[in-house]
């Protein structure tokens, strides 16, 4: 494997602690302590524009399947949908009162999940923007979550080091795992939807079989905590991104370990926290966001 830095973007005056992708309209958005969610072009890196004000950091965002609007967790816990077509914010949702770290999309409900340091989670009607159910995950904060594939189960990484699964239909508890030994801060449903993948402060990688939540393997992957794993668009591979400053490629069916981006290796890489990771589905290439303020983005081969 052969990895190249294709691209070093700054712009950010803060660190950037997330970041979405939209292949499909050509953009990818990223945001952190800078009160503003950023707009940046695949194709023509020196476009940059604020998409969207926000009042606090913003430590989540995410994008619609069908690329019609984007959501915004900030620290405040108030959400903000942001319409494309409309090109302004249609809704502020005040569902929490501490920070939401995690956001994700349920297409055959139509509903946006929210979580947050409060422990709880507030589910969305994206047909009206109303609190639909909110339900309790945790005594203590939900820095993660997942969704399968199948979109039959959702799981969430909690600070008390336990990943707790629910069923998305009637949101009950299906599962609760508890072999990490510090906070859950990434989670990841392998493509097939047979895998779970688990990220920790203890810097461990636990792989689980999703038909009986087994532990599979367990891998220290990292120096530090793992905070983002992300499969790459064909599902042969996935990155990891840590606090200790690397992103490392693994092989999805043997989590063998393939390549380390970092300083210490040589490679123009981040001098600090790497915080979350997307590819560019059109041609393979990962980015990566940093507390150095930086976006890098990286030529795979």
């Known amino acids: 494997m052969e990895i190249k830095r294709i691209a070093a973007l700054s712009g950010h005056q803060n660190p950037i602690y997330t970041i979405e992708s939209s292949p499909e309209t050509g953009y990818f958005y990223t945001a952190g302590n800078d009160k503003g969610v950023v707009q940046w072009s695949f194709d ?21 399947p069908d690329h019609l609007w984007l959501a915004a967790g900030e620290r405040s816990g108030q959400v903000s949908l942001y319409s494309f077509e409309e090109n302004k914010v249609i809704a502020v949702l005040n569902n929490h009162r501490l920070p939401v770290f995690a956001l994700s999309f349920v297409h055959r409900k139509n509903e946006l999940l929210a979580a947050s340091e409060d422990g709880t989670v507030s589910v969305i009607n994206l047909n009206t923007t109303e ?30 080091n336990t990943i707790r699964i629910f069923n998305v239909t009637d949101y009950s508890l299906l599962k609760e795992l508890h072999l990490h030994t510090m906070p859950v801060t990434s ?16 810097a461990k990688l636990n792989v689980w079989g999703v038909k009986d939540f087994e532990l599979k393997d367990s891998i220290t992957a990292h120096m ?35 390549k380390i981006i970092s300083r210490e290796k040589g490679m123009e890489a981040h001098s600090h926290s790497v915080n979350k990771l997307t590819w560019n589905t059109k041609d393979g290439s990962l980015i990566s966001v940093s507390d150095d303020r930086m976006i890098m983005k990286w030529e795979i081969k």
């Open 44 to 64: 023509d890196p020196g476009h940059v524009k604020v998409l969207m004000p926000v009042k606090t950091s913003v430590y989540s965002l995410l994008i619609s």
């Open 131 to 160: 609190l639909i159910y909110r339900f309790k995950i945790s005594d203590d904060t939900i820095r993660c979550m997942a969704i399968s594939p199948d979109e039959s189960m959702v799981a969430f990484g909690c600070k008390d």
């Open 187 to 202: 989670l990841a449903f392998s493509p097939d939807g047979e895998l779970l993948l688990s990220g920790g402060r203890d």
């Open 224 to 258: 530090f905590a793992i905070y983002d794993i992300k499969f790459n668009p064909s599902g042969t591979y996935f990155a990891t991104a840590s606090q200790d400053k690397s992103v490392k490629i693994w092989r999805a069916d043997d989590f063998r370990l393939l």
